[in-house]
Each structure stands twice: as C-alpha cells, then as structure tokens.
C-alpha cells in the first residue's frame, strides 16, 4: 500500500482534478485505488462525473466523530464504499468521504478539536490504525488523499502521517512559493524526527499557461522555486486547459484520454508510480529513466543519481528480489556507476531468475572477459547464437568473444540461428562490425555472400557492397573486389562515393601491383569537393596514400601527422594499410609504414602480402 497526499497551499490549481484523474488511471493500470476526502471544508470529489462515489455515505468526520463518543477506533471498512466498476478490465476504485453530507454535516465538522484529538484522544494511534485497517480490510494498492490547502491541524495529518509521498501542486508565484517553503521544510523534517519517516515530495506546476515567455518571466520563477524549495525535478507539468468541460467536472483520463491534459496527468501517474518502489512498473520505469539520464552523462562529470535516488534504489532491490526484469536493470545501473562484481551478481541472479534476454547474456560477456573466465564468457556468446531474438550489436559481443577465446568457433556464427534470423539490412551491420580479425572477417565474407545471393539489390541497398569490398581487400581477394565493385572497365569519374572507389583503387593496386594514378586522382578529387567531411584518423591516414599516389608529397605528410593527433582520441580504429580495426599503438605502426613509403622505400599495404588469384578460405559450406 502506497499512500500518496495531493496538496496545494492555495486553492485554484486543478488539485482534486488531478487526484481524480490519477485514480483513474491507476485504475486503467489495473490497480487497486482507495480515495480519501480529506478536504473536509470543501469537498469535492464526489461531484466528479463518472466516478460514482456515494457523497450521503459516513466518511472521515463521521469516523472520528464515532471514535470521540466510544474511545474506540471504528471499523474502517464501515466508511469505505466502493466505487461502480468503470470498466471490466479495469482495477477497482474505492472511496472514503469527508462524512454524510446531510444538514448535520458541518456541525459534526466543528465540534471536532483535532490539537485536543491528538493531546488527549491519541489521534496518532487513531490515524496509524485506520491506515492499518486500510491495508488489510481494503488492501489497495495505492491510497491518494485530497488534503486542505494551507496551515491547517488536518493539513499536517495528511502531509506528515498518513503519506509516503506528497504531490505539492502550485501556480509558480510568489505567494505560492512563500507559503511553500514552510510547508516543504515540515515534511522534509519526518526524516529526522523519532519514527524518521522520510516522505517523498512530487513538485508539479498546475495551470502553467501556454503563452510566450520572451521576458522569462515564467523561467526565473521556475528556476526561484527550484532554489528556494530545493527542487532537483519537476514531478510534472500541467498546462491551463481552455474548456468548458471542465465545468463539466469530466474525468479526462477516461472521457478524453487521447488530449494533452490526459496525457500530463499520465505523466503525474508514471511520476509517482516510480517513487513506489514496490510497484513492479514504477521500479521498471524509475530504473528505466535513471539509465537513459546515464547514457547521456559521462560518469565522473556528473553524478549519475543522488542519495535519494541511489536509496530508492535499494529499496527497489529488497522489494523484487527475484523478479529477473528488475535485476537486469539494476545490474545495467551498477553498470553505469563502475561496480562491476555487483552488476555481474545482479545479473547471475537475473539469468537464474529466468531472464534469457540476450543483452543479459551480451552484458555478462563483457562483465566475464574482464574477470578473466574465459570459459563463461564463451558459454554465454554460444547462448546468444542460440537465441532467434538475438540483434546484431548482442551478436557482435558473441562474435568478439568467439574470436579472442576460440577462433574456430566462428563458423557456428553462420548456421546459428540468430543470425539467420536477422534481416538482410542487420546482416550487413553484423557483418560491418566484424572487422577486428581475420577470422571475423572471413565470418563477415560468408554472412554478406548470404545476402548477395539471396539478392544483389539488397546487398547494395544496404550498403552491402562496400562491407564486402573491406573484406574481400583485407582477404587479399582483389579480383573478387574489382569485379563487386565494377569490373575493370569501370570509369573513374562513374564513382560518385569515396569509400567505394578508394576500395577499388586498392584492389586495382593489389591485384595489379601497379599505382592507378587516375582512379587516385578521382579520389582526390572527391574527397576535396566534401566541405563538411568529418576529420578522423581512418581518413587521414587513407588521403596520406591518395596523395602520395598522385605526386603531392607535402599534402601527404600533413595528412600523415593529422592521422597522429586524431589517434591519440581513440581505443581503436579502422586502418586501411591492413583493413582491420585496430588498437592505438599498431595504428602508428601502421602510419611509420606509409611513412617510410612516402620516404621512397619500397614497403607496400600488408594486405598485399595476402594477396591471392583464387579465393582464401571461407566459411560458406
């Protein structure tokens, strides 16, 4: 049970309608919601269409009236009627009035003295008791309480007992922001006080106009309550909404579910859904959130979660300890943080648990081959061959494995299922990304022959050809590449793409050890005309030999050095001396290569070494 207060310190801001429409749509989620009225002086919630929540029932004044007379904590379920099922799929609604709105009501309002209920009638014990009796007679999932708005006896009740979480909605103003911060400052207290209940606070602007800020105005108020009210998030953000059905008092997450204010009330769902960490879906989409706000961040730069966050975090592990979804995520998070033992735990616990997604086993690879255990890791690259939904970057993982561990392993890459599951455009990525040895490569070689034969056209429409033409250079297969490419009746000036010709004129060079000066030439040509060609080492490296190859000597060696500074950036890179990617270090070896060949020396690309006229060994069986 996850009890959650809606307050507002003035009227006006939509905070009873925003209550409703989160009932509802936990509802929609198929929970169990209990409502509670406690806007004692002005309630409402029973005037809401749709709902049908009985107002002449006995509610909270009644109940505490009833324990006044008798000493006694009434039977909650006596106060409590259920709400008409709004749909049969839905979950169910249940709804505690302020009392029977009968001509007696006010008068039973007014004789209760709630600083004499709780000095001599311990109203504490009553209130922690009918919490109790929710839980167990009702046993909702979540609880939402319209509390009164500003300093009040019976706003303290529900903003610092009942809650584990506030929703404080305000207009961003000034008046707003003054009687706020008391407000905030008493609920932030709990933490520190005997029981130390810390209660989780939900900022949410209400009737936000939509209008033009040019003077920023609406900014700098934002950015005063975020100060002052020490605010990292804004929970949710609801716009003014210019309809006459609101009069109408309609319960837009169920009439109107498609408009914008039935969305931003999802949006203040899915916020508090995520501060429960025993909601499955609320941990799922809390976790969810922290990691894409990761995969944004650079770890040591910012913080990747706050001390608030990383203790939601916890909770949500004590709470699904066994549920396989959960601990991926968590795993994924620790992750993130740097704590590599702890995720490879959480992930072991998740795969046990039943989670045979193949990231789980792609990330425990990783996780595996940097604590040495090579037979795991290649125990999990086999598993992801053997699962149909395994992707392309899940099998890249696999196949690095494959190669490191048991080169000869490879060649299951081909028949496995996963591979042959993957559409022709993923078998081209695949394939595209196996450029790290020359096993991998021959891998590569078979899975892009597979989409060729199926079909030509698709090999090139997903750029196809040119995977196969690194390849088939690294393999020493130039004949094979001159003819994927063109034939050497093709044109220089028929190239209208550097990559493509730049391949070609190495095969050209390699199979007829002789400098194609004109299809160099071409190259040059296109690679000047590419205003906004991104730098990298990989091109400079490949425009040193095109211009060496012409004649330009001076162009060369600047093409040279630049490819020096672009690697001190990188892991690894692709080097076209011996068309594989490669480390930093053998990269520079690589360049004092074309180096001493722009000195005159006779050294040549070490895929020429390769070179053969009929075709190496391949996969294809």
Known sequence: MYVCTFYSFKGGVGRTMALVNTAVELAKRKKRVLIVDFDLEAPGISTFQGLSCDAQAPGVVDYVTEYIKSSKAPLAKNFITKCEKLSPDMGELFFMGPGRQDSEYGKRLHEINWQELYQKHEGFLLFEDLKAQWREQIKPNYVLIDSRTGHTDIGGICTRQFPDAVVVMFLPNRQNLVGLRKIVDDIRAEKTRPNQRPIQILFAMSNVPYIDDENNVLG????EFKSTLKIDRISAE???????????????????????????????????VEKNAEDRDGAIGFLDRVLRTSQSLRRGKVRLATKEAEDHITKIETHHIKD?????????FKVAKGELTSAGNLLDRAIEHGFSAPEAFARRI??????GNEDGALEDAKMILNLPESNYLDLSHAARTLAEFSPGSLKLLLDSVAVQNLSADDKVTLASKLNFSTEAMKAAEAILQTVRAKSEEELKKHGGETALSLCLNHLGRFHDTVALLGGTEKSPHEFDGLQDLYNFAIAVWGRDRKIPVELFGRAVELAESMVNAPPSANFSQCMAIVYWAIGRQNDAATQLERARQFIKELSVTFSSWRYLEVKPEEFLHDLDEVEKMLSGAKVEPIIFQHSSNGPVSSLIH
Not at 241 to 267: H, I, M
Not at 324 to 332: G, K, V
Not at 366 to 371: A, F, K, N, T, Y
């Open 220 to 223: 700098e108020l934002i950015e």
């Open 366 to 371: 990783i996780l595996r081959r940097l604590d």
């Open 324 to 332: 396989p979804e959960i601990l991926f995520r968590l795993a994924e």
């Open 238 to 272: 609801i716009h003014y909404y210019n309809s006459l059905e609101l009069l109408q008092q309609q319960v837009f997450a169920l009439d109107r579910p498609k408009t914008g204010l039935a969305r931003e009330y999802r949006n203040l769902t899915n916020s508090i």
